[in-house]
C-alpha cells in the first residue's frame, strides 16, 4: 500500500469509526490535545522550511539567465521553472503551513505539504542541474544549497507523517475495540404482547346466491305444438 492510499484509508476509516463510535458509545471520545513535543517539533519544521524558501527565494532572484551562454529553449525554460518556483514559495506553501499550524497532527494537511515540497524538489532540481551547466559557480552554489534545504523539509516531515500514520493506525484499533465494547453493552430489543387486549373480529363476507336458470322459452313452445304419438 502506497503512502496516498495508506493516509486515505486512515482518515476515512478514523472519520466513520469516529462517527459511529459517537452515536452508539458514551460521550467520553473527545479528541485528545496535542502534546507540547508535537508542537514544538512541527514549530521547528516550519521554521526551518520557511528559513529555506526564504534563502530560496533570494538566490532565484538574484539568477542572471538571460547571461547564460546556451539557447533561447534552455533560457525560457530555466526562466519558467525559476518563476514557478517562486510563485510557490511566496503564494501556495505559506498557505499550506498555515493550515497545518491550525491542525498540527492533521494527516491530510501534512500530506499536503510533503506533496508540495515533493513536487518543488523535482524542479529545483532542473534548475540547479541547468545552473551548473550554463550559470556562474556562485548561481550554482547557492541554488545547490537551497536544493539541500528544500530536501531537509521533505525529509522531516516524511519522517512526521509516518508518526502521525503510526499514531491513527492506534487510534483507529482503540475506536474499534471501544465500538464494540459499545455494541456489546447496549441490551437486545424486547418485543412486549399484551394478551389482554381482545383480537379484532374477523371480517365475515356473504356469499351472493346464485341464480337459477330460467327456462327456454322455445323448448315451452315445441312441447305445445308437436302432434300427439300415433298408437
Same mark, same amino acid.
Given at each position: ?15 466513520? @469509526? +469516529?462517527? *459511529?463510535?459517537?452515536?452508539?458509545? !458514551? ?31 533570494? &538566490? @532565484?532572484?538574484? @539568477? ?11 533560457? =525560457? ?20 503551513? +498555515? ?33 551548473? +551547466? ?11 544549497? &537551497? ?5 531537509? %523539509?521533505?525529509?522531516?516531515? +516524511? ?17 474499534? *475495540?471501544?465500538?464494540?465494547?459499545? =455494541?456489546?453493552?447496549? !441490551? ?5 404482547? &399484551? ?25 315451452? *313452445?315445441?312441447?305445445?305444438? %308437436? ?5
Amino acid at each position: 500500500m502506497n503512502a496516498i492510499t495508506k493516509i486515505a484509508v486512515l482518515c476515512c476509516s478514523a472519520m466513520l @469509526l +469516529a462517527g *459511529t463510535g459517537m452515536a452508539q458509545a !458514551p460521550a467520553n471520545n473527545a479528541s485528545a490535545p496535542v502534546s507540547y513535543s508535537s508542537i514544538s517539533e512541527l514549530n521547528q519544521l516550519i521554521g526551518n522550511l520557511q528559513q529555506a524558501s526564504q534563502d530560496a527565494q533570494a &538566490d @532565484l532572484s538574484h @539568477l542572471r539567465i538571460e547571461k547564460w551562454k546556451t539557447d533561447g529553449n534552455t533560457k =525560457r525554460q530555466t526562466e519558467n521553472d525559476a518563476q514557478s518556483v517562486l510563485r510557490n514559495l511566496q503564494n501556495a506553501l505559506p498557505g499550506m503551513l +498555515a493550515d497545518l499550524k491550525n491542525a498540527p497532527e492533521s494527516l491530510p494537511a501534512t500530506f499536503k505539504v510533503y506533496r508540495n515540497l515533493d513536487a518543488l524538489y523535482d524542479v529545483l532540481n532542473s534548475l540547479a542541474e541547468s545552473t551548473g +551547466a550554463f550559470g556562474s559557480k556562485e548561481e550554482f552554489q547557492s541554488v545547490n544549497k &537551497d536544493l539541500g534545504g528544500i530536501e531537509q %523539509s521533505r525529509r522531516a516531515f +516524511a519522517e512526521r507523517m509516518d508518526k502521525l500514520s503510526n499514531a491513527k493506525e492506534n487510534e483507529i484499533g482503540q475506536l474499534r *475495540t471501544e465500538l464494540q465494547t459499545a =455494541r456489546a453493552a447496549i !441490551p437486545p430489543k424486547k418485543t412486549v404482547v &399484551d394478551d389482554t387486549e381482545p383480537a379484532p373480529p374477523k371480517k365475515t363476507t356473504k356469499k351472493k346466491p346464485v341464480p337459477k336458470p330460467k327456462p327456454s322459452t322455445s323448448q315451452g *313452445t315445441q312441447s305445445q305444438t %308437436s302432434p300427439p304419438a300415433q298408437q
